[in-house]
């Protein structure tokens, strides 16, 4: 148990269609992350969240919209994804101070057919 | 902007052998540095991390590993590794001035064989 759950584990959905990604963190913790995993791929850092603020969002594309309504919760909104979106989408949370590490959750095997 | 390079993909190991993994970063600030470990289909573990005072830190499951600033270096190590350690390893830093998000390094894919 690492203090922040995903849900679903696993995402298997058609290009036409919209789903959504859940991350719940009870760590207290005052930042939000989403990363993309791709195979063969550093770890792409998509969003950050601070005290529910969007603060970076690293050239994302319009299909992908996340949502924080508050610090315990993030959702990663998707509609008319692409194949290559297929990928593993990681949450973390943290301390917004920067010596603190980030606590991640197990994932969601996403999978775009 | 601060960068991380994990130069070996892949390391492959006989069990009860030592390992070292490499990691190097480049910043112009000072930084803090954690190795994280990730397992196939989970999600990335702290392993141990660098925060200020000994350059030698230990962190879980027999891992250690020394920050060298002069050569901007923090590799991992562990004296003798089992089959379980087999997983993916991630070095990441992040600058401590102003706001920071952890950048990490492309991974090395540890292979412990018996």
């Known amino acids: 148990e690492t203090g922040v759950t995903q849900t679903p584990r696993h995402l298997v959905m058609g290009m036409t269609n919209k789903k959504s990604l859940k991350c719940e963190q009870h760590?207290?913790?005052?930042?939000m992350y989403w990363y993309k995993q791709s195979a063969k791929k550093p770890l792409e850092l998509m969003f950050v969240y601070s005290l529910e603020e969007r603060v970076e969002n690293n050239s994302v594309p319009s299909r992908f919209s996340p949502e924080c309504p508050n610090s315990s919760h993030l959702f990663l909104h998707l509609h008319t994804l692409q194949p290559e979106d297929s990928a593993l989408y990681l949450c973390a949370s943290s301390q917004e101070t920067a010596n603190t590490e980030a606590f991640f959750g197990q994932g969601t095997r996403l999978t775009v057919v | 902007a601060q960068s991380v390079t994990q130069l070996d993909s892949q390391v492959p190991v006989f069990e009860e052998a030592p390992v070292e993994l490499r990691c190097n970063y480049s910043s112009s600030v000072s930084v803090y540095l954690f190795w994280y470990v990730q397992y196939p289909n989970q999600g990335l573990q702290l392993l141990l991390k660098y925060l200020s005072g000994s350059t030698l830190v230990k962190g879980i499951n027999g891992f250690e590993a020394e920050f060298n600033k002069s050569q901007t270096s923090f590799h991992l190590r562990k004296p003798s590794v089992h089959i379980s350690d087999t997983a993916e390893y991630f070095c990441?830093?992040?600058?401590?001035?102003?706001?920071?998000?952890?950048?990490f390094g492309k991974g090395t894919m540890l292979l412990v064989s018996p």
């Open positions: 760590l207290g913790h005052n930042a």
């Open positions: 990441a830093v992040r600058t401590n001035s102003g706001y920071s998000t952890l950048t």
